[in-house]
């Protein structure tokens, strides 16, 4: 065995814990727990632990007197846009040209007025020619009844067979249609140089204009848009309930950001929308005035709702469980007032009030602020807006 190893044997025995060691620290532990006993004796009140006797004062609250209701009215809106009772996009029936565009977007035009003409003059020669054959033809016809009358002359003195009275009369009538068939023709000319000009089928405004002179227009292609003026109509979409309050030929009056408007109801669809669940009412405007196409008008209409409750301040409640929420009412009790929940459902809710069902009486007073301040059986003093309370009264 080394030094070294006899050095390392001593150093670990120095490091056991001995029985002294042991003794020393339990008499030191001993030592600080009689300590905090003694500590805790000298401060003990000898009256005993302190408890709070006086309650504290009550809490100055807002209340309500709630005022049952067996029914309640709600004004519902419902919107819906102004729109023209006619809108046409124009174009011509054939294809050709165009000449002269006498109309722009913005302009106001009447019925007939002229808004656009395709080159004709293609059209013009076909009429000329058409107007030089019903001539001939009419000429032919001129020759052959003169030869009618020479046959039937030459017929009664004998020198002419009635076969040939029957075939000038035959040439007579074949000219008589060939000066129809002219004429015809000469009319579809004429029905095509007027369907190649497009007149305003109404009173209206031109809200779009497509094309311009020289342009080539291609049959049925809509060059221009027109909508009615002065004739608005409404369609609004209501539940099918709401709906049936209507009465067609009635004034209701429409709320625009312009103002004001009457309109009269035209017609209800009575078919609910599958997309809106809603039914169409369609109402004229009387007195459009300034009001634009495509306007939101808004109709406003009061509904009766036959269940039982009172109205509270959406803040006088606080959420609950089961999809239920809670008032506290301003309950009598032996020494003052105190706050106590009660349970109610919201039936309806509108601005910054709702309309609740519950375990409310008439007359109780509803405290309607500070409900983050109160808790269950708290002494609340109550003031309403009128006057203080006291207890004993009804």
């Known amino acids: 065995m080394t030094p070294s190893d006899d ?4 150093e670990a025995r120095e490091k056991r814990p001995t029985l002294l060691k042991g003794l020393a620290f339990l008499v030191i532990l ?91 003059r293609s059209l013009g020669a076909q009429l000329a020619s058409a107007d030089a054959m019903v001539e001939e033809a009419r000429a032919a ?27 000038a009369e035959a040439q007579a009538n074949t000219s008589m249609a060939r000066i129809e068939a002219a004429r015809a023709q000469a009319d579809t000319l004429r029905v095509q140089i007027d369907l190649a000009r497009i007149t305003a089928p109404f009173d209206g405004v031109v809200t779009a204009r497509m094309v311009d002179e020289g342009a080539i227009a291609a049959p049925g292609t809509p060059i221009l848009e027109l909508v009615e003026a002065g004739h608005l109509e409404a369609r609004i979409g209501l539940p099918a309930i709401s709906a049936s309050r209507l009465i067609p030929g009635e004034i209701y009056m429409l709320v625009a950001d312009t103002g004001t408007v009457e309109a009269k109801l035209r017609s209800v669809t009575g078919v609910i929308d ?54 506290f009412v301003a309950a009598p009790s032996e020494h003052g007032w105190r706050a106590e929940p009660r349970p109610v459902e919201m039936v309806h809710s509108e ?30 003093e109550p003031r309403d807006a009128t006057s203080a309370v006291t207890p004993n009264e009804g």
Do not use: C
Not at 51 to 67: F, I
Not at 81 to 97: D, M, N, T, Y
Not at 302 to 308: A, M
Not at 355 to 374: A, K, M, N, S, T
């Open 7 to 10: 050095y390392q044997g001593d």
């Open 274 to 327: 599958a997309d809106r669940r809603t039914v169409a009412a369609m109402f004229d405007i009387e007195n459009s005035g300034d009001l634009a196409v495509g306007a939101v008008v808004r109709l406003s209409m009061e509904r009766e709702i036959n269940e039982p409750g009172f109205w509270v301040p959406v803040k006088a409640m606080s959420t609950a469980s089961r999809g239920l929420w809670t008032v």
């Open 141 to 167: 016809h001129s020759l052959a009844l003169n030869t009618v009358e020479r046959q039937r002359t030459l017929k009664l003195q004998g020198h002419v067979s009635q076969q040939r009275v029957d075939e």
């Open 30 to 120: 001993f030592l600080f727990g009689a300590g905090l006993m003694f500590a805790a004796i000298q401060l003990r009140s000898p009256e005993g632990p302190k408890v709070a006797t006086v309650e504290p004062d009550p809490l100055t609250v807002s209340v309500m007197p709630v005022r049952l209701a067996k029914e309640f009215r709600i004004d519902e809106s419902f919107s819906g846009l102004a729109q023209a009772r006619r809108k046409s996009e124009l174009g011509f029936s054939s294809g050709g040209r165009i000449q002269s565009m006498s109309a722009d977007v913005g302009d106001r035009v009447k019925q007939g007025a002229t808004l656009a003409r395709l080159d004709t």
């Open 351 to 380: 601005g910054g009030r709702g309309f609740v069902r519950g375990p409310v009486q008439e007359g109780e007073r509803v405290i309607v602020d500070g409900l983050q301040r109160i808790a269950p059986g708290m002494p609340v």
